[in-house]
């Protein structure tokens, strides 16, 4: 507002807006109605109603029936397997998604020269990403098929090693889950690539005058610019991760010996297969708490090294 | 000094970048090869790189094994028209969100956003709940109808972030004549949109096609079935593994987004780019 305007014009301003701007905000309104009106029926009743099931005992053909905590407390207390597909989730996403960052990063570091052929080399990487899940899961259980599998054969080809029974052993399912998830490593790639391309010259060529090593010129220079992508890939990451589903109720149902019994398979069997709607939503307002909480930690960490830049 | 750096730098891009491409290629070579080798020689060790004699025959015998043909057409109706709410309703909820003011759009801004965050989980089972109660389960209305609310919200930012870079004078005219918001929307801002369209339409498409839980969730007779319940419930059908079948029809089932990718992979990549910002 022009600060020659007499006060009183601009108190009265402020007070009452314009017949312009109600008519605008009107129309605002009414264009994201559709919006608000899925909001309420598709999500915040659903979050409402799993808050209240959570505490019910609740087979859809009975009404629910209030049971308090007993939900919570037979999931913390006596529930192994609810246990173990905690362990199991949270194991895989401690170890996929820092490796996932590092991965797409190197990846989009080397994508980032000019040689002939990177458009392609790009899309190529891309190319798993849009693979559907299930028809990625029947690729790779095909894959690590034991005997006459690929990856066993190019193991003892090239290094002499009798590879594992990949989705057969307890010990190797989790880790052949997260080579398989590498192969989908061109998502994240591709938004580095683009936040890579966004760092102005200029400051490579400055600390380049400061005789600046590659190191440190990664360190001082590129990290600090695409932080905010960091973040972001992250903390997307890490929600993904946490709800990983089709791949293991095709490849593996949770087996051998609930080694790969992720949690969505969890609450997935105990909503769907035992119409235990109760539990499984009480394991639902868990993993919501987790992940909120996992969120916040690396948003309250990430002060300390998320540079949004002068403007901002 | 400089150059030959530059140059070091670029043998090593190479010499990392290409054994990448192949390993991140060959599953794919895999999947064509094995589909068309005879169920004999796929088990045989060991495994042979370039399939011989071709034998063809796992496409009509996989893909008529269960009536895929069927379950293409499901896949496609499902497909086509929660795309069709999606981006009809994403477009208009995005663009409110660009070009028009209100004092409570910050808040619901953050509120689309917060919705991102949320697992599936926590929605599922009242949703579940609300469909039966309105007789919807077994039909494709829980797979549709949502969409037509907003799409999702990364589709309402992908729609914001692209109409926010249309310069205002192009509106300014067309508000001097008189023109209200809904024409300023349909008249001015959708003939311009089309990028932000085609994205979002593929990126939609794109989900609805390779989904598989809703589905899971939903549909229960056999004959409505989408591609991604078939193919899941392919082996435990045949009471084998027949892996040629199997790689053709997942073959059949991935060429479709593949393809669409191709045609559209420029929109698409600026699309992402634009929803990190």
């Known amino acids: 507002m022009d600060p020659a305007t007499p006060l009183s014009l601009r108190r009265a301003r402020s007070v009452r807006p314009s017949r312009q701007a109600r008519r605008e905000a009107f129309w605002f309104h009414v264009l994201i109605s559709p919006w608000i009106i899925g909001f309420l029926i598709f999500m915040l009743y659903p979050i409402v109603g799993s808050a209240y099931f959570s505490f019910t005992r609740y087979d859809v053909i009975h009404p629910p029936h209030w049971v308090g905590l007993a939900n919570y407390a037979y999931l913390f207390t006596r529930d192994q397997l609810f246990w173990k597909s905690l362990r199991v989730t949270f194991t895989y996403v401690a170890v996929a998604v820092p490796l996932h960052l590092a991965v797409a990063l190197a990846l989009a570091l080397l994508l980032n020269v000019r040689i002939i052929g990177m458009r392609a080399l790009r899309t190529i990487y891309y190319l798993p990403t849009i693979m559907p899940q299930v028809a990625t899961a029947m690729l790779w259980l095909f894959l690590f098929a034991p005997t006459y599998g690929v990856i066993d054969w190019a193991l003892s080809a090239a290094f002499g090693i009798h590879g594992p029974d990949w989705l057969g052993s307890a010990h190797w399912v989790l880790p052949a889950f997260i080579l398989m998830s590498l192969w989908g490593v061109g998502g994240p790639m591709v938004l580095f690539l683009a936040a ?46 946490s709800q990983i589903f089709a791949t293991a109720f095709v490849m593996t149902q949770g087996g051998p010996d609930y080694a790969s019994y992720f949690y969505n398979l969890a609450l997935y069997n105990n909503a769907f297969v035992y119409f235990k709607m109760g539990l499984a939503s009480a394991q639902a307002w868990i993993l919501l708490a987790i992940v909120m909480m996992l969120t916040l930690l690396i948003f309250k960490f990430s002060a300390r090294w998320v540079f949004y830049g002068s403007e901002r | 000094m400089a150059g030959r750096k530059r140059r070091m730098r670029r043998i090593l891009a190479a010499a990392v970048l290409l054994p990448g491409v192949l390993l991140i290629l060959f599953p794919f070579y895999w999947m064509v090869a094995s589909s068309v080798e005879h169920l004999a020689q796929i088990v045989r060790f060991p495994p042979e790189l370039v399939p011989h004699p071709l034998d063809f025959a796992s496409y009509p015998k996989g893909l008529t094994f269960l009536p895929f043909a069927r379950y293409f057409l499901n896949t496609s109706e499902i497909a086509v028209l929660s795309t069709l709410g999606a981006v009809l309703s994403a477009s208009v909820v995005g663009f409110a969100f660009a070009r028009l003011h209100a004092p409570t759009k910050k808040f619901f801004f953050v509120l689309v956003l917060s919705t991102m965050m949320l697992p599936m989980a926590v929605l599922l089972i009242p949703q579940f709940v609300l469909f039966k109660t309105l007789g919807w389960v077994n039909t ?107 790689m053709a029809v997942s073959l059949m089932m991935a060429l479709v987004p593949i393809t669409i990718f191709f045609f559209a992979q420029n929109y698409l990549l600026s699309g992402i780019v634009v929803s990190s910002r």
């Not at chain 1, 610019?225 to 903390?235: C, K």
């Open chain 1, 196 to 241: 890579l391309q966004g760092v102005p010259n200029e400051l490579y060529e400055a600390a380049q005058l400061d005789g600046a090593s590659a190191w440190r010129q990664f360190r001082h220079v590129t990290v600090p610019m695409i932080s905010p992508l960091i973040l972001f890939n992250l903390i997307v990451g890490l929600i993904a991760a």
């Open chain 2, 140 to 246: 494709y209305l829980p797979l549709i109808v949502p969409a037509f609310f907003g799409g999702s919200a990364f589709l309402i930012f992908l729609f914001r972030q692209f109409f926010s870079s249309i310069p205002e004078e192009v509106f300014d005219a067309a508000r001097i004549d008189g023109c209200g918001y809904p024409r300023l929307y349909w008249s001015i801002a959708r003939p311009l949109a089309v990028p932000a369209f085609t994205a979002a339409a593929v990126f939609h498409f794109q989900f609805s096609w390779n989904d598989f839980l809703a589905p899971l969730i939903y549909i229960n007779s056999n004959s409505k079935y989408t591609l991604a319940l078939g193919i899941a419930n392919f082996r435990s059908a045949y009471g084998a593994t027949p892996w040629n079948q199997l």
